[in-house]
């Protein structure tokens, strides 16, 4: 992994931003503090806090704690990391309030349409019904007390809807423990940012337009101790008897999801929870994701698919704001 360190001055505080490599992507931080901090310090830190997160929870690296749980016997009892129980069980929660929207019993469809590790598979379509469409992650078995875990069925889990942003959380509990009040971390797109920028200004993190291969500007969220994690079809896909499937999986279907919602957008108190959601209300669909995100009072943004262009629909504190076209 690899890390730089920059800063420039602002006012009577100085801008740092920090910078590394993790979970096959991009960690960052930019914040503001006083001159004669240890900023290198700093991002040892935060590259230690996502490289322990990619360690338990990747399923690209065979001797994980995840991959050590995928490949465990059934019924027997295998012992994890607290972090990978928080994970888990926010997992299994999330799963359940989505009505198995959001599953993460679904690596092995995963693998079989080539989004795994590059030893899983080359993709294929999988037989609605087959053993690998139907597995879920209600058969996980969760022993809090004892840190352990066990499968009950024959099942594996895939964290990629959730570890990104449990690795964000961590960012942020990093900063907070080294006592900085302001600032912006992510990995990839998705962010949490604590106190504002110098002037009062809360942070801007940009929203992408979902077209596959265009890095371009949709829009700009403004945050101020939150989170934002976004899910969308238009950066993975593979293309298969010349139809064209994306990463995310409908757990209900045992197949990539197809629908009219090109990315979704979540904003919460914390970026695990932000990431699950994200992906479950894209499974869910424009009319039944934007239904359930009005019913838990969410603060989501779904961008659909209209023509060669987008339609928007914003929803805040669980109230529909806007949709337009874009």
């Keep these: 992994m690899k890390m730089s360190i920059e800063k420039d001055g602002i006012a009577s505080l100085q801008r740092y931003s920090c910078h590394g490599d993790t979970m096959g992507t991009h960690y960052s931080a930019v914040f503001f503090a006083g001159a004669g901090i240890d900023v290198a310090a700093i991002n040892a830190r935060l590259l230690a806090a996502v490289d322990q997160v990619d360690r338990q929870m990747s399923t690209w690296k065979p001797d994980s704690d995840l991959s050590r749980l995928n490949a465990a016997p059934l019924l027997q009892w295998q012992a994890v990391p607290r972090a990978l129980i928080t994970v888990l069980q926010a997992a299994l929660e999330i799963r359940q309030q989505s009505a198995g929207a959001f599953d993460i019993g679904v690596g092995a469809l995963v693998n079989a349409w080539g989004f795994g590790p590059p030893q899983a598979s080359t993709p294929r379509a999988v037989e609605p019904g087959s053993p690998v469409a139907s597995a879920n992650s209600a058969t996980l078995e969760i022993d809090h007390a004892g840190l352990r875990v066990r499968k009950l069925a024959g099942v594996t889990l895939d964290l990629s809807g959730i570890a990104k942003g449990y690795g964000v959380d961590q960012l942020a509990r ?133 023509g060669a262009g987008f339609d928007e629909i914003a929803i805040v504190d669980g109230q529909l704001q806007t949709e337009s076209s874009a």
């Design 174 to 306: 990093c900063m907070d423990g080294l006592g900085i009040a302001d600032y912006l971390v992510g990995i990839d797109g998705e962010m949490r940012a604590r106190g504002l920028k110098p002037g009062r200004q809360p942070w801007a993190v940009a929203l992408e337009r979902p077209l596959p291969g265009v890095r371009d500007v949709m829009g700009v969220m403004e945050l101020r101790d939150a989170a934002i994690a976004t899910s969308g079809d238009y950066r993975r896909f593979v293309e298969l008897d010349g139809e064209r499937y994306a990463h995310t999986m409908q757990p209900l279907l045992g197949a990539p999801v197809r629908n009219r919602l090109a990315a979704v957008t979540v904003v919460a108190a914390d970026c695990m929870r932000a990431d699950a959601w994200a992906t479950a209300l894209l499974v869910l669909g424009e009319e039944a994701g934007v239904a359930l995100a009005q019913k838990r009072g969410m603060d989501a943004y779904f961008v659909l698919r209209e």
